[in-house]
C-alpha cells in the first residue's frame, strides 16, 4: 500500500516537536558570558522598567557605551531582547517554585529573584532552533523534493551541525537565521502578499541582527510566482525592500534613543569607535572555513556533500542557486573582513549559523542518488558525533581552559595572540577541549544539574510528550509503535551500558561498596577454619548467618583456590545477572519469534529491575504517604552502585530460579523436570524466598503431567528436606538463623519507602504485564506461556517482605526478571493488535514504559552513580587499607569492625553484628550485657569504623545502626589511633573507665 504523502505542515510540526524533544533533553539550564548577560539584562530592564538601559558588567570591552542620561546602553540590536521578555515574565511567576534550583545553580548570580527568568530564557534558542529545522524541511518539500529528502535534510542540520550547541545557548544568531529562513522561504515562487510578508521576516531579521542586510538585496534574486526574479518587478521588490528600509530607520531611531545619533552603535574598533571591518580577509576566510577551532567543515561535515550536490540541485532551480550562492559569498566576504570572525567563546562558527541552513539546502538531492545518500549518512553520523561535546558540556568551562593553557605558556599575552592559539591550533580548538570534558564526565544538562528538583522529572516527562507528539506526525499510525519501541530501547540500551560499565568496574575494589559483603564473606571463611556455617544465637558470637548454604558453599569455595577478596564472588554475581538477562531474553524470543523482542526484554529488566538508588533512612517516622512520594519523586536519594555484581546472594539465586523455569518452558521430558526441579531447589538453598520457581513448576505441571508433578515436588522436597535436617542436626542452629533470625519487626514506613522505589522502577512494566495476564486469562493461554504466569504471581508473593525492616529492592530482582518478559510479550501484542487498525492503544505500553524511564533518568547523573575516583582508587588509599586489614589480622586480642570487611579480609571471625542486633536489642530479643562487659573488661583490642565514634549513631528505618548500650561504652573506652583510607582506628584508653 502506497502511503500517503504528508503535507508540510504536517511534516513542519513533526520535525518541530522531535527536534525540540532533543533539545530540551540537552538543555543546560542556565547562561554564561557576556553576551548572554547583556541580552538578560536588556530583557529584564524592558519588563521591569520599559527601558534598553542596563547596568554594565565593568570588563575592558563592556560590550557597549554610556549613552544620554549617563546610562549604560548594551551595543546590541533590540529584536532578541523584545522577544526574552516573554520568558522574563514568565520565569518572574515562577520565582517561588526556582528557589529550589538556588543550591544548584552552576554561576553566581546577582539577585537570588533572578533565578527563575535566567532559567527559563535559557531555553530560548531551543524552539528557536526546532522551528529552523522544521521550516527548512518546508522549503525542501517546497522545492520538489520528497518527504524523506526533506526529513533528511532537516535532521542533519538539526543534529550534525554546530546548530545543536548553539540552540543551547542565548546568542541573536539563531533567532536571525530562523526570520532570514523564513524570509526565503516565503519569497521562494511569492505572490505579492506572501512578498510583502518575506520583507516584514528580512525587517525583523535585521532588528535581531543588522548584517540581515546583507540579505535584502541578494534574495531578490529569488522567483517570484511566475518564476521571474523578485527585482525584475519593481511593485515586487518594493514590498521586500520596503519593510527592511522600515527597519534601517528603526534602528536609527533605537541608536538616537541610546546614544543621541542615528549611527552610533555602541560597537567599538581597533581605530577607536564605530564598527571595525578592517580585517585580513585571507585569515578570516581560512578561520570560517578550516581552521582547527571554527572551520564549518568541522562543525558541519555534511556541508561537504552538500557542495558536492550544488551542480545538481541548480539543475532546474537556478534562480533559487543564484541567490543562495550570492548570500553565501557576501556572507563569507563582510564576516571575513570583521574584527572578531571567530564569534568569541561560543560552539562553532556561529556568524555563519544564520545562513547554514541554506548552505546544506543541497543535502536534499543527495537523498535522491543511493551511493550520495550512503556517503551523506556517513557525513552526518561523523557530524552528529562532533556535536556531542557541544550540545553536552559548557562552551564556556573550555574556553575559560583554553585561556588557562594560553597564560601558561604566552610571554606577552594579548587578545589576538590569545585567537591565533585558541582557533588556530588544533590542540586546544573547542571540539578537542570539550570532548576532554566530556569524557571526565562534565556534563552540563538542566536535568542532571537540577537532579534533585521538580526541574529534572518535568524535563523529562516534557521530552517524552514532545518525541511522541513528534513521531505521530512524521509517520503513519503503523509505524508509531515501532518507531516510539526503537526510541525508547534506544534509552534504555544507553542507560545500561552505563550501569554496565560501573558494574563491572566495581569488581575490583578492596573494600566493602553495599551494606552486607562483608558479612556474607566472613560467614563464607567459617567453613574454610573448620567452623559451623550455623552458631546459636543465644551466645556470643553475635552475628546471624541470614541466608540458606548455597551461596556460601560457593563462595567458601572460591576463597579455598583464590583466597579472601570480593573479586571472585563479585564475578560469580555479575555473570549471574547476565545469565538473567540472556534467560529473559530466550523467554521473550521463543514466545513472540522476534529477536528485537528478546532484546527488548533484556534492557527493560537490566535497565529498571536493577536500581543503583538507596532508600532514604533519615525518612523514618515520617508519614507513610510522603515518605513513599519523597522515594517516588525525589531526586535526592542517595546514591549507590548497581546491584548487579555485589558480593551478595541475590543474582545467583534469581538466575537458577529462572534457570528452573526456562527449562521448564522448553520441554517436560523426564530430564529436564529433574533438572528444573534442583535448579529451583539450589534458587531455595541460595535465598529462602526463592520459592517462586518451585511453587509455579508444581502447580504447572500438575496441570500437565501430575506424575510428572510429582517427580518436580519430591525431587525439590527431599533435596531441601536432606539439606535442612542435616543442618538443624549438625549445628542445631540452622533454623534459628534463617527462620527465626529473619522475623524482623513490619513498619509503615519501610514499605512505604520500597513501594515508593518499586513503583518509581517497575510500574509501567507491572501494569503492562498485568495487563497482559488479564487479557490472555480472558483469551485462554496454554502451554510455556501459562508457566510464566503462574512463575510471575508466585514472584509476587515475597514482596511482603518489603514491610519489613531491613528490607531493600533486592526484594523484587526475581519479579522484575519475569515482569520484564510479561511486559514485553504485552507491548508486542498491543502493538500487532493495533498498530494495524491505526489505533493509538499501540502505544500506551510504550507510554507506561517511557514514564518509568522519566522518573528514572534523574538519577543517572554523577550524584547517583558512583564517582571514579570510587572505582579507581589511589595506589596509596589501596596500600593504606591493605594496612589496615594486616592490622587487623595480627590483633591478638580480639576486633570490632563495621562495616565488617576488614574483618572477613583479615580472615577473623565477626565478634559482632551491629545492626541487626541492635534491632534485637530494641525487641528485648537480645542481652547486650555480655559484650559490654567484654568492652569495659579490655578484651578488644582494636575497633575499626567508617565513621568516628564521636558522631551520631545514625539508624534504618528507625532503628539506630549501633546498639546504645554497646555504643556507650566504645565511647567511654576507645580511643582514636589513626585515620587510614577513610577507616577510623580505636584502641582503648589507659585508665578509662567503664560500667558494664
Not at 492503544?841 to 522519566?854: D, E, G, K, S, Y
Request: aromatic fraction near 10%.
Amino acid at each position: 500500500m502506497v502511503e500517503a504523502r504528508p503535507s508540510a505542515r504536517r511534516l513542519g510540526w513533526g520535525v518541530f516537536f522531535l527536534t525540540l524533544a532533543v533539545y530540551v533533553l540537552t538543555a543546560n539550564g542556565h547562561h554564561t558570558g557576556q553576551d548572554q548577560e547583556y541580552f538578560f539584562r536588556m530583557a529584564q530592564s524592558i519588563a521591569r522598567n520599559r527601558s534598553f538601559a542596563i547596568e554594565p558588567l565593568g570588563f575592558q570591552n563592556d560590550a557597549g557605551q554610556v549613552g544620554v542620561e549617563g546610562r549604560f546602553y548594551a551595543q546590541y540590536a533590540p529584536g532578541l531582547p523584545v522577544a526574552l521578555v516573554p520568558l522574563v515574565l514568565i520565569g518572574q511567576s515562577l520565582a517561588r517554585p526556582a528557589e529550589a534550583l538556588a543550591r544548584f545553580y552552576p554561576y553566581q548570580i546577582p539577585n537570588p529573584s533572578e533565578l527563575g527568568p535566567r532559567v527559563a530564557v535559557s531555553y530560548f534558542n531551543a524552539p528557536i532552533e526546532a522551528a529552523t529545522a522544521a521550516l527548512l524541511a518546508v522549503l525542501v518539500l517546497r522545492l520538489g523534493y520528497p518527504p524523506r529528502a526533506a526529513l533528511f535534510t532537516a535532521l542533519a542540520y538539526a543534529f550534525a551541525t554546530f546548530a545543536w550547541g548553539q540552540a543551547r545557548v542565548v546568542f541573536a544568531d539563531p533567532l536571525q537565521g530562523l526570520l532570514l529562513l523564513l524570509g526565503c522561504l516565503l519569497l521562494v515562487e511569492a505572490s505579492p502578499s506572501r512578498a510583502l510578508l518575506g520583507g516584514g521576516a528580512l525587517a525583523l531579521a535585521m532588528l535581531v541582527k543588522l548584517t540581515s542586510a546583507l540579505a535584502v538585496p541578494v534574495l531578490l534574486l529569488l522567483p517570484d510566482a511566475d518564476g521571474r526574479p523578485l527585482w525584475r518587478r519593481p511593485a515586487m521588490a518594493a514590498r521586500v525592500v520596503g519593510p527592511a528600509i522600515a527597519a534601517v530607520a528603526l534602528h536609527a531611531l533605537y541608536n538616537v534613543a541610546r546614544y543621541g545619533s542615528p549611527l552610533s552603535t555602541g560597537y567599538y574598533s581597533s581605530g577607536g569607535g564605530g564598527l571595525d571591518f578592517g580585517g585580513n580577509p585571507l585569515v578570516g576566510l581560512y578561520g570560517l572555513i578550516i581552521s582547527a577551532g571554527r572551520g564549518v567543515i568541522w562543525y558541519a561535515p555534511p556541508i561537504l556533500a552538500a557542495v558536492w550536490a550544488w551542480r545538481r540541485f541548480a539543475q532546474g532551480r537556478r534562480h533559487v542557486a543564484l541567490a543562495i550562492a550570492a548570500l553565501v559569498v557576501v556572507w563569507f566576504v563582510v564576516h571575513a573582513l570583521w574584527r572578531d570572525w571567530h564569534g568569541g567563546w561560543s560552539w562553532g562558527p556561529r556568524y555563519l549559523l544564520p545562513i547554514l541552513p541554506l548552505l546544506i539546502l543541497p543535502l536534499a538531492e543527495c537523498w535522491l542518488h543511493p551511493r550520495a545518500r550512503r556517503l551523506t549518512f556517513g557525513l552526518i553520523a561523523v557530524g552528529a558525533a562532533i556535536q556531542l561535546p557541544g550540545a553536552l558540556v559548557d562552551f564556556w568551562v573550555a574556553g575559560d581552559l583554553a585561556r588557562r593553557l594560553y597564560h601558561q605558556r604566552c610571554r606577552t599575552c594579548n587578545d589576538p595572540d590569545f585567537s591565533a592559539f585558541h582557533f588556530f591550533d588544533p590542540a586546544v580548538s573547542d571540539i578537542g577541549l570539550q570532548i576532554g570534558l566530556l569524557l571526565n564526565g562534565r556534563l552540563d544538562l538542566a536535568w542532571i544539574t537540577y537532579g534533585g528538583t521538580w526541574l529534572a522529572p518535568i524535563t523529562l516527562g516534557l521530552v517524552v510528550a514532545l518525541a511522541c507528539i513528534g513521531i505521530g506526525l512524521l509517520g503513519p499510525r503503523s509505524r508509531q509503535a515501532a518507531a516510539g519501541l526503537f526510541g525508547l530501547g534506544g534509552v534504555l540500551a544507553a542507560v545500561a551500558i552505563v550501569k554496565l560499565g560501573w558494574s563491572a568496574m566495581e569488581v575490583v575494589q578492596p573494600q566493602e561498596i553495599m551494606f552486607g559483603e562483608g558479612t556474607i564473606m566472613a560467614h563464607a571463611g567459617r567453613l574454610l577454619r573448620g567452623e559451623p556455617l550455623y552458631q546459636p544465637l543465644d551466645r556470643p558470637p553475635d552475628t546471624i548467618v541470614a541466608y540458606t548454604p548455597l551461596f556460601h558453599w560457593v563462595t567458601a569455595a572460591i576463597q579455598a583456590l583464590l583466597g579472601p577478596g570480593f573479586g571472585p564472588g563479585r564475578v560469580l554475581s555479575f555473570a549471574a545477572v547476565l545469565v538473567i538477562t540472556g534467560l529473559a531474553v530466550y523467554l521473550a524470543v521463543r514466545e513472540t519469534g522476534d529477536r528485537w523482542a528478546g532484546t527488548f526484554a533484556g534492557l527493560l529488566f537490566f535497565t529498571l529491575g536493577l536500581p543503583w538508588i538507596y532508600p532514604r533512612w533519615d525518612l523514618a517516622g515520617a508519614e507513610p504517604v510522603s515518605v513513599a512520594l519523597e522515594h517516588l519523586l525525589s531526586g535526592s536519594l542517595r546514591g549507590m552502585i548497581p546491584w548487579i555484581s555485589l558480593y551478595r546472594v541475590d543474582g545467583l539465586g534469581v538466575a537458577l530460579s529462572l534457570g528452573a523455569i526456562t527449562l521448564l518452558h522448553g520441554g517436560t521430558t523426564r530430564r529436564r523436570v529433574l533438572l528444573a526441579a534442583v535448579l529451583a531447589t539450589l534458587a531455595f538453598l541460595t535465598k529462602q524466598t526463592l520459592v517462586a520457581a518451585g511453587v509455579a513448576g508444581v502447580i504447572w505441571l500438575w496441570r500437565e503431567d501430575r506424575s510428572k508433578a510429582a517427580i518436580f515436588a519430591g525431587t525439590g522436597l527431599a533435596i531441601t528436606l536432606v539439606t535442612g535436617l542435616a543442618l538443624e542436626i549438625s549445628t542445631g542452629a540452622f533454623l534459628a538463623n534463617v527462620v527465626l533470625s529473619n522475623v524482623n519487626p513490619i513498619r509503615a514506613d519501610a514499605l512505604a519507602a520500597s513501594l515508593g522505589l518499586l513503583v518509581r522502577f517497575q510500574a509501567g512494566p507491572l501494569a503492562i504485564a498485568g495487563l497482559y495476564v488479564v487479557y490472555r486469562l480472558r483469551t485462554g493461554v496454554k502451554g510455556g506461556e501459562r508457566l510464566l504466569l503462574y512463575f510471575w504471581i508466585a514472584s509476587l508473593l515475597p514482596l511482603v517482605g518489603l514491610a519489613k525492616v531491613g528490607s531493600n529492592h533486592n526484594y523484587w530482582i526475581e519479579t522484575a526478571a519475569v515482569t520484564a518478559v510479561l511486559a514485553t510479550l504485552g507491548t508486542w501484542t498491543y502493538r500487532r493488535r493495533y498498530a494495524e487498525q491505526g489505533s493509538a492503544r499501540a502505544l500506551v505500553p510504550i507510554l507506561l514504559i517511557a514514564a518509568n524511564v522519566t522518573l528514572v533518568l534523574p538519577v543517572v547523573n554523577g550524584d547517583r552513580l558512583p564517582r571514579s575516583s570510587q572505582i579507581w582508587l589511589e595506589r596509596g588509599y589501596v596500600e593504606g587499607f591493605q594496612r589496615v586489614v594486616e592490622r587487623v589480622r595480627n590483633e591478638p586480642r580480639a576486633v570490632l569492625a563495621n562495616p565488617l570487611d576488614v574483618l572477613a579480609l583479615a580472615g577473623r571471625p565477626i565478634l559482632f553484628e551491629p545492626y541487626i542486633f541492635s534491632i534485637l536489642l530494641e525487641q528485648g530479643k537480645w542481652d547486650a550485657g555480655p559484650l559490654v562487659r567484654r568492652i569495659c573488661g579490655g578484651e578488644i583490642g582494636l575497633v575499626v569504623l567508617d565513621q568516628r565514634l564521636e558522631t551520631d549513631n545514625p539508624g534504618y528505618h528507625g532503628y539506630p545502626h549501633w546498639p546504645a548500650p554497646v555504643l556507650r561504652a566504645l565511647r567511654q573506652t576507645m580511643t582514636l589511633e589513626a585515620i587510614q583510607s577513610d577507616r577510623a582506628l580505636y584502641v582503648p584508653r589507659l585508665g578509662a573507665a567503664c560500667r558494664p
